[in-house]
DNA sequence: AGCGTTATCTTTACAGCGACAAGATTGTCG
DNA sequence: CGACAATCTTGTCGCTGTAAAGATAACGCT
């Protein structure tokens, strides 16, 4: 972890200190995060990160926003892979929704269920809003308004977070396969339409 | 906030401690949770709060207990209102669901998207048990199964935790009347049969 | 009633935290 | 080459949670 340096400037301590950051929020989840064990982590003295990021805030800011593109590249990479049919790709996103909360817990939460980061951020708020776009397009492609949307979300979001904390034991306990199939089914409840 | 109290021992101060708790939450969210505010607000010194909960895991751990109890109570209360038919009795949980999450938005977080209550606690444990026995019963009643369940629980709590942290705008600015005619439609897609 | 024991609460102390200010070092541009 | 700006370090402050030791009150037993 702890970069070895020779020169007393860093030369790009603002990305290492996002993967720092990122290895300490996986490591000590949100609640506990540490400014101080994230400068120790990128090797650099505790008051390094201000001049990057401003305060612990804006580095939380900050990882929120990657965050948020990794998010929309999960739902791509399930999407590559699925049916071009727009039912099959929306499909395709929520598993990817679900992935992304399973693979990354404390980044997930640090997006969907903390105050630290500041969402009215432009960069923040622009990459969260890019997220909902997207799922807006793409129950638009299959018919639905904004309240079919909600509903998606709703169905995506519950499924993701419940089972990114560990509840949900009878859908966690199924076989991958069968996972797969019984997560792509409840989504599509939660379709335009098939209610 | 402060209670005045003229004896050296106070009489009541679990209870009083547990007060000041929820009001430091409500004030403050999760993140921000200061034991030391908790004991200010009851009027008593820093470590008094030791001997009652252990430490702050400890005083959110019970905070946590109480909050499903008052979660299955929301869900109770919207029952009793309802019609009397399985299904009804479902939506109205599911409603009261929402309602718990949106009326106590600190304390829902704790109990759902918090690490600091410690849920192998025997009493919390107990106590969110119940919250979920009492889901799976209910879907039981109108035919379901485990996975059923999951299907309905993953729809409430996607729509209660969105709402929860002012997300789905959609639904939000829908005046009071049609807001809960489309909760309702949307926890019924999630219900058993209804794919 | 009186005395010892225990429960409850306060005081004091310590390490870790985030934020700030001041100083050290380095890169940049005149 | 020299001044300036950017970057990083050191030191400090008030806050936090936890632990230990002391003060006070309630309880139980004789």
């Known amino acids: 972890m702890a970069e070895d340096r020779r020169t007393y400037h860093h030369g790009d301590l603002r990305a290492a200190l ?3 950051a990122e290895e300490e929020l996986q490591a000590s989840g ?11 982590r990128a090797g650099v003295s505790h008051a390094a990160p201000t001049h990057h ?11 929120a926003a990657e965050g948020f ?6 739902q791509s990479l399930r999407e590559a892979r699925a049916d071009p049919a727009p039912a099959a790709q929306l499909t395709a996103a929520g598993l990817g929704y679900v992935d992304f909360a399973m ?4 980044l997930f939460r640090l997006m969907f269920g903390s105050d630290r980061p500041d969402f009215a951020d432009p960069v923040l708020n622009e990459a969260a809003t890019a997220a ?5 397009d793409q129950v638009a492609e299959v018919g639905g308004d904004e309240v079919a949307a909600a509903s998606v979300w709703a169905m995506a979001h519950g499924l993701a977070d419940l089972l990114s904390n ?30």
């Open 18 to 20: 996002l993967r720092a």
């Open 30 to 40: 949100v609640e506990a995060f540490s400014l101080r064990q994230v400068a120790r």
């Open 53 to 63: 990021f401003g305060d612990a805030r804006g580095l939380l800011t900050a990882l």
């Open 69 to 74: 593109h990794r998010f929309l590249a999960a």
């Open 103 to 106: 693979e990354r817990p404390a």
């Open 132 to 136: 909902y776009r997207h799922l807006r």
């Open 166 to 195: 560990g509840r949900l034991r009878a859908i966690l306990s199924l076989p991958e396969a069968a996972r797969q199939d019984v997560l792509a089914a409840l989504l599509e409840r939660a379709f335009p339409g098939s209610g």
